[in-house]
């Protein structure tokens, strides 16, 4: 199988190739009119004609985008000025950021200094970066057709995520959402039998390690409940990572080991993570990435490991459908996964082996994320946690099972869910690429439009917007739940709503927002009916992933945040989150319920 670097280098060759022929050709076609020219004139003409091919390049693609810019009534975005040749310290800059760095960090440092929309010109590409609400708005909905994810997205992702929804666009992303669409219908997203076995049994290992003395790694809890549900309630086919056992601290000597399912999944996971962990990294090194991967795509091994976990549910699935053509009617319909539902309209294995792995990262890896972060942010306000187990308490009781109806009337948790992905944004960060040259709306009433040339890749952090002062008041670093209730949610959400984007917004929002919203709720209240306070146990991590020390002298939450916040394509926790809990008084009779 072809290198990303060697199909890289094969192009670039095939372009300098072309290059010099054309100068041997100028050379002989002189040479008939009667002109000699020396043979180090030709040698020099050969060497440079790629160098000097690509400067005309540039200088002629900017002009020519000047002009553009001018006839419709906008400007160019501002470039950063880097200081070593082609921008090369500005993308060294992000990668070194990406795996040492908080979220964030690099690009809030070029928002501070050049504005809330710019340009990377990283290796002399045009790279639009933007944290402006109208910007991402335009992007996501007002001119969703001209923003798409673009064959260089595509290129990048595609070893891991294929030609899956997340990765498609036109006829294929169509098809892909139509495909899902139907399955996140109320009457299924508001069963909750799937997420109450699995937390029973996150619940009860919880406590059993508890009192035994150890603290969990509620990160690594959460990431094997929420694949768990996800591969059940989805795909039909459970793959029992929670029967793995959980992990002990870095530094308790164990002699378990892992073995049969419980292996296969635990590798599997680990496999998914290093793979999306490579593909979001790709982007940052612009577009010579492939040349860091010359002699093995970096995806090919983690990637054998998923697709080995993936291709026996894939084959019972279609296996299963053999039966349901010939005219026999496999189960009830209450009982048809989403995988079922899948292979009714396509039995195209790369085609569904896409989608599955799409849907798990948006099904599980977000979720899970997002509930790690939950825990952290409740065991540091404990006021909050108060507050909310007094409305678990007071709407749902002690022991009964969370319901739709009781999830709905809970405003606070809500509350809390949205503040938890306002300050921790799932996604961070997301890209599109302009299909044909647009615009993007002025950033004030002084300002002119900003102009976006064809085919150029247009970045945006809602990250960083969710964390705007100017957009959310003074308090934006602060986790305060109270903003979505208050005098707060009607003077900056309600007038401006493309503010928060936890889901995505227009046509490509989250089908399975109502989904996420319910296995988050549920799975909190079951959480607080258990037990009555959280506190974090960094010592039970291992020392180099906590967080650095200089980040002490940072500016706003890096500076006192007690977890390292790290994004591959989604949010997670480096090294893990490491809890106590304490059981509440009513503990032993919710695991009786929980039990019956």
Known sequence: MTTPGISFLGRTVVSAGSLYLGTVCLARFATRLGISLPPWILLLGATSSLPIGFALRILYVGIVRRQQAARMGARLASPLKGKRFGNLDIMLKLVDRFNNGYPGDGFAEFVAESGTCFNLHVMFEDVIFTVEPSHIKTILASDFENYVKGDKFRHTMSSVLGTGVFNSDGEMWKFHRSMTRPFFSHDRISHFNTFDRYAEDAITQMKARFRAGYPVDFQDLMSRFTLDSATEFLFGNCVHSLSAGLPYPHNVATMEALNGKAKIAQDFAQAFADAQTIIAQRPRKSWLWPLFEIFKDDTAAPMRIVNSFIDPILNEAIAKKKPCASGEKNGDDNDTTLLDHLVQMTTNPVVLKDEILNILIAGRDTTAGTLTVALYLLSTHPHVMTRLREEVMTKVGPTDRPTYDHIRDMKYLRAVINETMRVFSPVPLNIRESVKASTLPATSSLDTPIYVPAKTSVGYSVFLMHRRKDLWGPDADEFDPDRFLDERLHKYLTPNPFIFLPFNAG????????????????????????????????????????????????????????????????LYAHGGLWIRMTEAENAESLNDMMTC
């Open 507 to 570: 046509p490509r929002i989250c089908l399975g927002q109502q989904f996420a919203y319910n296995e988050m709720s549920f799975m909190l209240i079951r959480l607080l009916q258990s037990f009555s306070s959280i506190t974090l146990h960094p010592e039970a991590q291992h020392p180099d992933t906590l967080p650095p020390a200089d980040w002490a002298q940072a500016e706003g939450r890096k500076s006192r945040e007690q977890f390292w916040p790290k994004v591959h394509l989604t």
